[in-house]
């Protein structure tokens, strides 16, 4: 049997070290992990609540409309309903996109270093991926525009950018937008859109109306804390939302993800509590690792990238031994750094110690 030719450059995504695979490695017992930018908060209680209640019918195929979780979403949004296309996380739906808009002799313009999926499936569909560098951890508006020509079909710009942090302003997204052909999509990437500090929040998705060509994704599995539950969501024309639930699997979501998801809109105080904490944990080890005279990036996610005098790679094992898992610069596509997700009060003050430790 023989896979397209483009596959035998190509290799599976690797996971982050995950926790028993750490434990058995080093012997430990007690594993913090920092690295996947998951919510150390748990998920709502009203969520734990209703889950046992989900467990009849699990013979039965879920609603492949998603009907619940598409009604209450789309009146919280304002917008219909059929702009709406769920996913198995929003990972999935960069796959859709990229299925349903790129084949061989298209190109699609994105950032480097940012989340690498929008490069990875354009790749298995035979597009030419333009990557733009990075300045100081924000989008290179300017050279992305100049470099969309009559075969780009998409540009994909990550919104809080994974790994570094930074967003996009509202401002130059409107002008990214209006220079952008309209021919041209525009993948706006928020996956940590609820982590964003409410003064500078964008409210992108109020702009589709004015620009059709845009598509914003956001996901459940970040503040929501409903990562294993995979469920995300895009919102677009309803022409571009055809095209793109054409091109989507039928029954993608589960029952149990569709109605955890629609529950998870409701709890309110867990959302802030979420988002409150962040900021606060945030800021106090912003001000750690200025003391230890190490820089970052601007972030306004829930995570940190920061910057080493040493690889990533060094610090990331020294603090697997202590019993904490981060993300290397190495593997993110930015060396001399670490990705940190940001976690309890009591677990970023003990990761700080540590990494005083390793720098002394």
């Not at 930074?166 to 401002?171: A, G, V, Y």
């Amino acid at each position: 049997m023989q896979a397209k030719k483009v596959f035998q450059s190509m290799a599976p995504y690797t996971p982050g070290k995950q926790i028993e695979e750490v434990k058995k490695a080093y012997g430990l017992t007690k594993i913090v992990k920092l690295a996947s930018n998951e919510n150390p908060f748990g998920y709502s209680d009203k969520v734990k609540q209703a889950i046992p209640t989900m467990l009849d019918d699990l013979e039965k195929y879920p609603d492949g409309n998603a009907s619940v979780l598409r009604e209450k979403l789309a009146s919280r949004l304002d917008i219909a309903q059929e702009q709406l296309i769920f996913g198995c996380g929003s990972d999935e739906i960069i796959d859709i996109i990229c299925r349903t808009y790129l084949e061989p002799g298209t190109n699609t313009v994105t950032a480097t270093p940012t989340f690498p999926q929008y490069r990875h499936n354009a790749v298995i569909q035979g597009a030419d991926v333009k990557e733009i560098p990075l300045i100081d951890g924000y989008h290179n508006l300017e050279a992305m525009l100049q470099q969309i020509d009559e075969q780009t079909r998409v540009v994909w710009l990550c919104s809080p950018n994974n790994p570094t942090g930074s967003l996009i302003s509202r401002d130059k997204l409107i002008d990214f937008l209006e220079r952008c052909p309209s021919e041209v999509m525009v993948v706006l990437d928020e996956a940590y859109f609820e982590y964003i500090e409410k003064s500078s929040n964008p409210n992108s998705i109020g702009l589709i109306e004015q620009y059709t060509n845009l598509v914003v994704l956001h996901t459940f599995s970040k503040a929501y804390g409903l990562a294993n539950l995979r469920v995300g969501y895009g919102v677009a024309s309803q022409k571009v939302a055809t095209l793109l639930n054409i091109a989507r699997g039928p029954f993608n979501t589960t029952t149990i993800s569709q109605r955890s998801a629609a529950i998870s809109l409701d709890d309110a105080d867990f959302l802030e509590k979420t988002y409150q904490e962040n900021l606060t944990n945030k800021k106090a080890f912003m001000k750690e690792c200025e003391e230890m005279g190490l820089s970052y990036y601007d972030s306004e996610a829930n995570f940190l990238f920061v910057k080493l005098p040493t690889s990533g790679d060094a610090l990331t094992e020294y603090l697997l031994k202590q019993g904490f898992i981060v993300r290397s610069g190495e593997a993110l596509g930015h060396p001399n750094g670490v990705r940190i997700t940001i976690g309890s009060e009591e677990q970023m003050n003990e990761l700080a110690s540590h990494m005083k430790a390793f720098l002394s």
